[in-house]
């Protein structure tokens, strides 16, 4: 049994050597990646000088040079609504009320009924939004991950 328990040992040993290897590639890569998103952040924004989160600092840039532009983002009020009345079932008023808040619309939709939430949701979600019903209001917002 002696050498049966010196052979399962140096496989242990081995599998434990592999894997502290593999780790160590594996860091190695996760910090190259991260040094070539602080490099195109860098080339790309210049004015930005300290970097603490690359893709963070790089939407919010984006999102001032589009607001500087003039071009709404998809969580502003123009593009939700756009994307409501796209998705807006045939038959039903406009409706009497709406509420925005950064990055949200809420709409009134006490008198819908379940089929049509889920077709009006269903033809948002092609857009890139997505609705959910809370104190009988639809909340219509981008879906996330979506977009910048």
């Known amino acids: ?8 040992a140096v496989l242990v040993l081995v599998q434990l ?5 593999w780790a160590g590639h594996q ?9 070539q998103m602080v490099s195109l952040l860098q ?4 004015q930005v000088t300290g970097v603490l989160d690359a893709p963070v600092q790089m939407r919010r840039e984006v999102q001032t040079l589009r607001a500087l532009a003039g071009i709404p983002g998809p969580a502003d009020l123009e593009p939700l609504l756009f994307a409501a009345a796209a998705a807006w079932p045939a038959g ?5 009320t709406l509420r925005y ?10 008198d ?3 089929d049509e939430i889920e077709r009006f949701n269903a ?6 939004y997505s609705a959910v019903v809370a104190d009988g209001r639809l909340q219509l917002g981008p879906t996330p991950g979506r977009g910048l």
């Open 27 to 35: 860091r190695a890569e996760v910090r190259e990646k991260k040094a």
């Open 112 to 114: 819908w009924r379940p």
């Open 17 to 21: 050597v592999g894997l502290n290897l």
């Open 1 to 8: 049994w002696r050498p049966a328990r010196i052979g399962l």
């Open 101 to 110: 808040e950064p990055g949200r619309l809420s709409l009134p939709a006490a």
């Open 43 to 46: 080339t790309s924004f210049p």
């Open 92 to 96: 039903k008023p406009p409706a009497d």
């Open 123 to 128: 033809q948002l979600q092609a857009s890139g």
